[in-house]
Each structure stands twice: as structure tokens, then as C-alpha cells.
């Protein structure tokens, strides 16, 4: 069974616009959570992450809002651009393994 | 630092085959994880070793998957016999620690692509 879920495969925008990807966690033990940025035949690479102290963490472009009661977490990036087009994955820690999601495509279309 | 580099990039095979797949960790990085991406199940983490010494291979799927890693430098992991369903991509990642701010990170690489036919 998943612990960590991105439920939307795929997630299409336009280029200025607002891209929110969405996480879900089930395990309550899970205090730290990271997302990472996959472009094609590439490895996957880190690029924000927020502890469970925190509800929201800025970097530049990109803000990751946790939602520890709903069990959420969600990255937006805003202004959204083409070279933000990638699959991104959603991982959480609890021990010191990160468990991660499935991933969701981002396609910013100019 | 190159990152962390694996090979081959691709591997087409037939089903009963021998396959290893290598890599080769960040200097300095003492934690080695092998990751399989499928589209079903994501990034599923197969084994992790600290300071070349296998810690959790839990994420094994079967006897027919082995890892090695007889060096700081380098890892292997191998699947005899190969089967179709063993077709994903593999990844390679290392990081200095499993946890601390920053230090905990992991560097993956670019991944082999298996075929198995």
C-alpha cells in the first residue's frame, strides 16, 4: 500500500500561471518531507523540503505548504516556466529513509 | 565532483540473462542506495549501504537480485536471472548521512534504463 501518494499522474500549465502539486501521506510518523525534480534521463534531484514544525517553506519560485492534520502537502511554484516541465516526486521521511510517491509530469506550455 | 555515475545507460537483455548494473557514489558519501522506478509502483528503494556494508535489503524483490559493494567507489547490482518484469529504470543515489540538515540529501544518478525481453 502506498504511504506517500501523488494522485495526479500528470498536471498541465501555462507558462505565468500558478502549478500546485499535491501529496498525500497515511503515516502519522512521517516528519519530514521533501520534494525532488526528475527531467527525462536524468536522475531525479533534490529541490525543496519542510520539516513537520513548519507549515510552509519559500524558495524563490517555489513554496511547499504542509497540512500535517489533512495529512497534505502541496509545491507550488509560482510564476510557472517551461523549464519547469519535469516530473516532480514527493517523498517523506519518518526513520531515515525517505519513502516516495509515484510522481506527477509537470508540462508548462509556453 | 562528476555526481554520481552509472552504467551501462541502457541494457537490453533476454529473460534468463545475467544483468549488473554499476555505480559509482560521490566521493566522500558514505550511504549508497539503489532505487527501481516503475510507473506502477514509483521509486521503490531495493538496498542501502553505509560505509559498504549492506544495512536494509528489504526492498529485494527476490533471491534473483543481489548487490554488492566492495569498495567506497563502487557498487553493483545484479539480477540472474533476469525476467520482463524486472524492466524499469534503476537508480543509483549516495548521500553523506541519514540525517541532518543538508547533510542528508540524496545525489541520485542518471539511471540505467533495463529492457528485459
Known amino acids: 500500500d502506498q504511504q506517500v501518494k501523488q494522485n495526479s499522474p500528470s498536471l498541465s500549465v501555462q507558462e505565468g500561471r500558478i502549478s500546485i502539486l499535491n501529496c498525500d501521506y497515511t503515516n502519522s510518523m512521517f516528519d519530514y518531507f521533501l520534494w525532488y525534480k526528475k527531467y527525462p534521463a536524468e536522475g531525479p534531484t533534490f529541490l525543496i523540503s519542510?520539516?513537520?514544525?513548519?507549515d510552509k517553506n519559500e524558495d524563490g519560485r517555489f513554496t511547499v505548504f504542509l497540512n500535517k492534520s489533512a495529512k497534505h502537502l502541496s509545491l507550488h511554484i509560482v510564476p510557472s516556466q517551461p523549464g519547469d516541465s519535469a516530473v516532480y516526486f514527493c517523498?517523506?521521511?519518518?526513520?531515515?529513509?525517505?519513502?516516495f510517491g509515484r510522481g506527477t509530469s509537470l508540462i508548462v506550455h509556453p | 565532483d562528476a555526481g554520481v555515475i552509472q552504467s551501462p545507460r541502457h541494457e537490453v537483455t533476454e529473460m534468463g540473462q545475467e544483468v549488473t548494473l554499476r555505480c559509482k557514489p560521490i566521493?566522500?558519501?558514505?550511504?549508497l542506495f539503489w532505487y527501481r522506478q516503475t510507473m506502477m509502483r514509483g521509486l521503490e528503494l531495493l538496498i542501502y549501504f553505509n560505509n559498504n556494508v549492506p544495512i536494509d535489503d528489504s526492498g529485494m524483490p527476490e533471491d534473483r537480485f543481489s548487490a554488492k559493494m566492495p569498495n567506497a567507489s563502487f557498487s553493483t547490482l545484479k539480477i540472474q536471472p533476469s525476467e520482463p518484469r524486472d524492466s524499469a529504470v534503476y537508480f543509483c543515489a549516495s548521500s553523506l548521512a541519514l540525517a541532518g540538515v543538508g547533510t542528508d540529501t540524496q545525489y541520485f544518478g542518471p539511471g540505467t534504463r533495463l529492457t528485459v525481453l
Open positions: 519542510i520539516s513537520s514544525i513548519k
Open positions: 566521493s566522500g558519501h558514505d550511504y
Open positions: 517523498a517523506a521521511k519518518g526513520s531515515y529513509i525517505p519513502t
